[in-house]
């Protein structure tokens, strides 16, 4: 095994990455070493809709995956996409349209320049962000047994790690994601899109957490709920303001930051809590967090509180990194092709594919 992984050392892979609303390109060294690493992102232009209109994230993909393709390729000081050993792309979860603009891209440069091409799971991808490091940066590796937690706008699951690419899947949400919900929250508020990084803005300005949201514990369970949580913010906006709370124009910006915060430290102490339990049952030594909203300040602290109490090292990527990135694809795209895993060029997309199923 070590003679495998030695012989591999140098090995570099270029990963794309298009699931949703980001146009993303990286080429990444040994499953580790981010050579090059570059995102377009479409917030600004779903800001206007306030969402993600799916036709509309393709065609922004179509537009920049090129320019994309380029800028990383100059970036790690290559000649052309044959200068890599393999091609690692996101098969799913996703947007369909999405999924197969970058589909089309890794499988046309597989074909063009005679390179493996290995499938990756997105979500697999955003654990393995934590294994990620800059040129010049050096850190330990995660170690197992390990607990995941990935909290993102269409995910939010624990997993159980004992190696690399095994997953045991110990709790999942049962209604809303965690960034589903904060972007819920933020339109109820009046809060620009998208909610996440706008509600924690918010919640800095708040002139106190007196404002006390539920916690949906589920018992012993592991799982989450954040529709409950959701609609006890509806009602509070409509008790203060009136209305249906359809329309957060009118919530002034004092109770939004009161009612952001309330709903924020609601969210952390859930996730903080379930992870840290989750960790203790499995004799976890390292805690890894990924998602987009991983990048979320008071989750990052909470954690790394909890990881201490426990003994247990907690492993969270820059925030950059929390948020789709193609890095993250070529970490795991590394670990596929170690285990020898290669797929053809008949590779489609998988917009509902699943990480792990409950026991």
Known sequence: MTMAIEATAGLRLLAVESSCDETAVAIVEAGRRILASVVA???????????????????AHLRWMLPVLDEAIARAGLHDAGDVDAIAVTFGPGL???????????????????????????????????????????????????????????HTFLVEMRDHLSYRLLGQTVDDAAGEAF????????????????????????????RRLPRAWLGDSLDFSFSGLKTAVRRMVIAE???????GAAVPDALAAEIAAGFQD??????????????????????????????????????????ATLGARLVVPRPDLCTDNGAMIGAAGYRRFLAGERAGLDLDARPSLKLARPA
Not at 118 to 144: M, T
Not at 191 to 203: C, D, M, N
């Open 41 to 59: 992102s479409q917030t600004v232009l779903h800001a206007r809709t306030g969402g993600i209109v799916p036709e509309v994230a393709a065609r």
């Open 96 to 154: 369909a349209g999405s999924l197969l603009v970058g589909l089309t891209m890794a499988k046309t440069l597989a074909f063009l320049h005679d390179r493996p091409l290995v499938a990756v799971n997105h979500l697999e991808g955003h654990i393995y962000a934590g294994w990620l490091l800059d040129p010049g940066e050096e850190a330990e590796a995660p170690d197992f047994p390990a607990v995941a937690l990935v909290v993102s706008g269409g």
């Open 183 to 210: 972007d819920k929250v933020g339109r109820l508020l009046g809060l620009p899109y998208p909610g996440g990084p706008a509600i924690q803005r918010a919640a800095e300005d708040a002139g106190s957490h007196r």
């Open 241 to 247: 303001v009136g209305g249906t709370a359809d329309d």
């Open 266 to 307: 609601s969210v952390v102490d859930v996730l903080a809590t379930k992870t840290a339990l989750a960790a203790q049952r499995c004799g976890a030594r390292t805690i890894v967090l990924g998602g987009g909203v991983a990048a979320n300040g008071p989750l990052r602290a909470a954690m790394g509180e909890r990881a």
